[in-house]
């Protein structure tokens, strides 16, 4: 009989549904689930069902004081918003594969970081590139809504209508932060630092929510886009010390992410100041849930309230990490020098003792010429 070997199992292709298939194919099944909806568009009985999921709904119509003037739709929030959301957060998860596969996993690998510091700067990476994306978008907004050359329209025309690209935005926001969760098995985060993702995924999801079912889109938009700024920086000014290894260039690079990030804890406590207690302290307090209107003392000392103890918080932090590492860097390094060895000579045969060597040279020499005399006497 021929004994026949069994397979031995790759880690290359381990078995289908097991923890590691789905986690080294998550991209590649959930862009399947994303592209259900995308067919079910094309299908006619199917199309008004995944339109839900793909389009942005509750939009308003404004009618128009002449018939040649055509406005920019405008839109409102509602319950179709989490239909949305839930279709790019399946996009979000995609996208998140795709940029560590394709760019981020090659430049690490030819840094050849630590374990430790890998983790860092995948992290690192990513948050950079939603930063920095959200924040051209956000300033974009800005811009083309004239949110800052018509301040006061934050307060005087509270609850405002979104434009179309103000909406999608706060829902890419929220899809990003719930991608978050799943991402931690999907990466494989430890559990050493499982705790502080959580804490800051559900920091950015908690503020979204509010600004966006509070009616605060306007306002929110200007804070995310400062806090955006400024933790951008940071995390920019950690990847170039974990690339660029120069000590000038990592000092230059948190001289100015540092600068930019006080700046904007500053500026988030003004303009939150200046719109929840001066602006909206103006209009009359109105609480009408129809109509989206929370301008009722409660709520706007609570958003004044929880973004001023958020801001005070991440600026004690940093105070706190500034402190320990002006500590580390005043502290002389000692370095111990080793005693130096003195050179071994190189001796000649060691001849064995003898009882003479305990005597004194004089009484050596002495003792070697009696002997002669005493072997003659005995002869």
């Known amino acids: ?133 959200s924040a051209i978008w956000g300033i974009d907004i800005i811009v083309r809504d004239n949110i800052l050359l018509n301040f006061t329209s934050l307060w005087e025309d509270y609850p405002g209508l979104m434009s179309f690209s103000l909406k999608l935005f706060f829902v890419g926001q929220l899809a990003y932060w719930l991608h978050c969760y799943p991402e931690l098995y999907f990466q494989r985060v430890k559990r050493e630092e499982m705790s502080s993702r959580i804490i800051h995924a559900t920091i950015g999801l908690t503020f979204t929510l509010l600004a966006y079912f509070l009616n605060f889109q306007h306002v929110g938009v200007i804070l995310l886009v400062l806090h955006y700024v400024g933790d951008a920086l940071q995390h920019a000014a950690r990847v170039t010390h974990f690339v660029d290894q120069r000590e000038k260039a990592t000092k230059v690079a948190f001289l100015i992410a540092n600068s930019i990030f006080v700046f904007s804890r500053v500026a988030t406590i003004a303009l939150t100041g200046l719109v929840f207690f001066y602006g909206l302290g103006q209009i009359e307090p109105t609480l009408d849930y129809a109509t989206g209107n929370f301008n009722s003392p409660a709520i706007r000392f609570f958003s004044l309230g929880l973004i001023g103890v958020f801001q005070a918080y991440l600026l004690y932090n940093f105070v706190k990490r500034q402190i320990k590492r002006s500590r580390e860097n005043s502290v002389p390094v000692v370095t111990k020098l080793k005693p130096k060895q003195k050179p071994k000579k190189k001796d000649a045969k060691k001849l064995p003792l003898s009882e003479d060597d305990d005597l004194p040279e004089v009484d050596q020499a002495t003792k070697r010429n009696l002997r002669p005399r005493s072997a003659a006497k005995a002869k």
């Open 1 to 133: 009989m021929v004994a026949v070997k069994g397979r031995k199992s790759s880690s290359k292709n381990p078995p289908i549904l097991s923890h590691e298939f789905v986690i080294q194919n998550h991209a590649d099944i959930i862009s399947c689930v994303a592209m259900i909806f995308v067919v079910g568009l094309m299908v006619q009985v199917t199309s008004s069902w995944a339109y839900i999921f793909i389009a942005i709904h509750h939009n308003v119509s404004i009618p128009s004081s002449t018939e040649d003037v055509i406005l920019p739709q405008k839109y409102t929030t509602g319950w179709k918003d989490a239909c949305a959301v839930f279709f790019y957060f399946l996009i979000t998860i995609v996208m998140h594969a795709v940029l560590q596969e394709y760019i981020f996993d090659k430049i690490s690998k030819r840094l050849h970081l630590s374990k430790i510091k890998l983790s860092k700067f995948n992290e690192s990476s990513q948050l950079i590139t939603f930063y920095t994306l």
